[in-house]
């Protein structure tokens, strides 16, 4: 059975950073690419970062120079590094496993930035 659980959600205000790690089971962690999506409120899902089994990586434009994603396949574990975060970062942010066509999702972390 394949669990992924997120944890690093929280409130900040903006400026501030968070890091978000997402721990994935019952799959061969170090064979598939990983991603991070969000979910604001009213908004669609969108795709925010992810890497693929090799560690090369991609963000968003609306992320870029601020958001890393990165993994540890030692850990089973894919890490999304959040600086200067501003209010339009607010979301429900997942992990899941696959990029495009998500295969599986986390049941999510509620990151709130205030201004």
């Known amino acids: 059975q394949v669990e992924l659980v997120e944890f690093g959600g929280g409130s900040v205000q903006a400026g501030g950073s968070l890091r978000l790690s997402c721990e994935a089971s019952?799959?061969?962690?170090?064979?598939?690419?990983m991603a991070w999506y969000r979910q604001a409120p009213g908004k669609e899902r969108e795709l925010v970062a992810d890497?693929?089994?090799?560690?090369?990586?991609h963000v968003v434009e609306s992320v870029k120079g601020r958001f890393t994603i990165s993994r540890d396949n030692a850990k089973n574990t894919v890490y999304l590094q959040m600086n200067s975060l501003i209010p339009e970062d607010t979301a429900t942010y997942y992990c899941?496993?696959?990029?495009?066509?998500?295969?599986?999702w986390g049941p999510g972390t509620q990151v709130t930035v205030s201004s």
């Open positions: 899941t496993v696959g990029r495009t066509l998500p295969r599986y």
């Open positions: 019952g799959i061969v962690f170090s064979i598939n690419d």
């Open positions: 890497i693929t089994s090799f560690g090369s990586t």
